[in-house]
């Protein structure tokens, strides 16, 4: 995957739930006008039915936020091994270097003393010989807790510097509902929703359709500007040091 082939998959997904929310739309209007009815039935959508249609919303955009940053850190480590520069362990910066270690050692993994010391050999293998970089999986953790602050956590690790515009952080961060933004926002109904502390029917008391769009405009906006920075951090190279990036590369 390229990286604008990462920006074609977020809109891809992105379109999906504003598809998702004209169904809802249309829903909603109907209500206005009485009961809604599937055209064809005489079976109607009640209240809790929309409400629990509603609250899917949440569910998709954590999945459309989780998916992203999976997407962008994968392109990360795929950039890192499979550049035409056939990048070393040295070539890295200090970041990626440690992330290479933490994949290759398992440092993060609980280990048998046999094993360990059979990753810490093939480390110091790999090293010796000098060989291009092969292997690096960058574990991003925060499952199930995906939001705008583990987003700016994760760049961070990687060396990747996050620049989100004042105007999208200020909606981003916003206060919609319980004092929570909408990154924020989502991340929390989902939990409660994946942890069953609160019903699809509560989830979306007092919802409307027009909240849950400036909700996805706003995760929208700033999952853009975050793609944006970690494919240009993919595209010259960020993630080696200077000196060793391609000629031409800023």
């Known amino acids: 995957m390229t ?11 992105f379109a999906e739930i504003e598809s998702y929310l004209d169904l809802l739309q249309t ?14 039935s005489s079976v109607a959508i009640s209240a809790p ?3 629990i249609l509603y609250s899917s919303v949440y569910l998709q955009l954590y999945n459309l936020v989780e998916a992203t ?4 850190i994968n392109e990360i480590s795929e950039a890192a091994i499979s550049h035409p520069n056939s990048w070393h362990v040295d070539d890295l910066i200090a970041e990626l270097k440690q992330e290479w270690v933490r994949s290759m ?8 003393p046999d094993n360990r010391l059979q990753d810490a050999v093939a480390m ?27 987003i700016y956590r994760i760049s961070k690790r990687v060396g990747c510097e996050l ?15 319980d004092n929570l933004g909408a990154m924020k926002l989502v991340k929390t109904r989902r939990n409660n929703l994946a942890h069953g502390q609160i019903s699809f029917v509560e989830c979306a ?7 849950l769009r400036d909700i996805t405009n706003a995760i929208g906006d700033y999952l853009r500007e975050a793609i944006s920075c970690f494919s240009t951090y993919i595209d010259v190279c960020a993630y080696v040091l200077p000196d060793r990036r391609p000629q031409g590369a800023a």
């Open 3 to 13: 990286t604008s082939d990462l920006r074609e998959f977020f809109e891809e997904r």
């Open 27 to 40: 829903i909603e209007e109907a209500v206005r006008n009485g009961t809604p009815r599937i055209e064809g």
């Open 49 to 51: 039915q929309q409400k």
């Open 69 to 72: 940053v999976s997407r962008c």
């Open 105 to 112: 050692a398992r440092t993060h993994t609980d280990l048998t």
């Open 124 to 150: 110091c293998d790999h090293l010796i010989a000098h060989l291009p970089v092969a292997k690096l999986k960058i574990d991003i953790g925060g499952g199930g807790n995906w939001d705008d602050e583990e």
């Open 163 to 177: 620049q989100i515009t004042a105007a999208t952080n200020a909606s981003i961060k916003r206060p919609f509902r």
């Open 205 to 211: 008391e007092g919802i409307v359709v027009g909240e």
